[in-house]
């Protein structure tokens, strides 16, 4: 019997270790910089000529009004099939008939990931917005997540999509080199941000970006380090002359956010904003403080009650006019944040 109970006890501490192990020796390890896609013919952006971006966290499809998830304090992994593709139906018919974007810088894209059933999102969203022209960077690729353990949200697969009806030159993903530290990195995700180049018809470059940073960082570290390293590339491409718009999820709000928005309540407790010194002065953040981006899920959301926070916006150098912005206030009906569509022009 003692023997039996040695047995036991050996084999219940092996079984946690074989699985990190394994899971340490398969983890998706992107490199520093991988090309996407590259191409000898494409687009070029004309000079004071306005267009148009949309950018939207999707959720993946799974993060509807209707739905808390566990991993900020509710209970829920995934909603119901059907409400995933409802989501996804909604979401692009909403994309379909209410903007008439040249770029759309979309996060939380799935592939083939069991919290969305297996849908590939990316051939979705490509197929029913018809642009042209697709480009993905993975950002989150783990066989297994063992959370929780009643429910294992399982195989994910997904990353930053951005559709458009321009074809660039040159698609690459740079990897923010922080993470959390082992074994919570194994299942994880790899923050990255993508770029697309093109060439301007006054010799220039414009160099789009998106990208998705760092949430659940309690103190800071992971944010601070994604966003200087993000700066640096922004700047240095501005300081060869291109143009430099970027867009995304940011988890932290803009330069010059006011904490509140009118009918709901603004998530003061976790409010955090980018440093003021982290760009130069005369670069622009671009947002729409009149609406929401983004709600807590913690708990489905009850408007006046959920809190809410603005954390979705874009960044542009000093040569990029910006017209307008407003953020879509669709009620956080199919996924945890609104849209938020942006009209600029390159200055000569």
């Known amino acids: 019997m003692e023997r039996f109970f040695i047995s036991l006890i050996v084999f219940l501490l092996l079984v946690p270790l074989v699985f990190l192990l394994y899971f340490t020796i398969v983890k998706y390890r992107p490199l520093p910089e991988e090309m996407i896609d590259e191409s000898e013919v494409s687009d070029v952006i004309p000079v004071d ?72 999102e990316v051939d979705f969203l490509n197929d029913g917005l018809q642009l042209g022209h697709h480009y993905f960077a993975l950002n989150y690729k783990v066989d297994f997540v063992p959370l929780p353990i009643t429910e294992p949200m399982g195989k994910v697969e997904a990353g930053l999509l951005v559709l458009t009806n321009k074809k660039a030159f040159s698609c690459k993903r740079y990897s923010y080199p922080y993470n959390f530290k082992w074994p919570l990195c194994l299942f994880l995700l790899d923050r990255c941000f993508m770029t697309l180049r093109y060439k301007t018809d006054n010799g220039k470059e414009l160099v789009v970006i998106n990208t998705h940073n760092s949430a659940f960082d309690n103190e800071g570290k992971l944010r601070i380090a994604e966003l200087n390293d993000l700066r640096d590339f922004m700047v240095k491409e501005y300081e060869k002359g291109n143009y430099v718009i970027a867009g995304g999820d940011f988890n932290q709000s803009p330069v010059g956010t006011q904490k509140y928005v009118e009918g709901e309540v603004f998530d003061v407790v976790d409010y955090i904003v980018i440093p003021d010194t982290l760009f130069p002065a005369d670069w622009h953040y671009v947002y729409d403080n009149n609406h929401a981006s983004n709600r807590r899920v913690d708990t489905v959301y009850v408007k006046g009650k959920t ?35 942006m009209t600029v022009r390159l200055k000569e």
Request: hydrophobic letters at 35%; a negative charge; aromatic letters at 14%.
């Open 307 to 341: 809190r809410v926070s603005l954390v979705d916006f874009f960044l542009t150098s000093p040569n990029v006019e910006v017209d307008t912005v407003q953020c879509h206030d669709l009620g956080f009906e199919n996924t945890d944040h609104n849209p938020v569509e």
């Open 49 to 120: 000529t306005a267009f148009r971006f949309c950018l939207w966290n999707i959720g993946y499809a799974g993060l509807n009004k209707e739905m808390d998830f566990f991993y900020e304090g509710g209970t829920m992994v995934r909603p119901s099939k059907e409400t995933v593709y409802h989501n996804m139906n909604s979401m692009t018919a909403f994309l379909n008939k209410n903007t008439s974007c040249d770029f759309y810088l979309l996060q939380e894209v799935d592939v083939n990931s069991k919290r969305s059933y297996y849908l590939n």
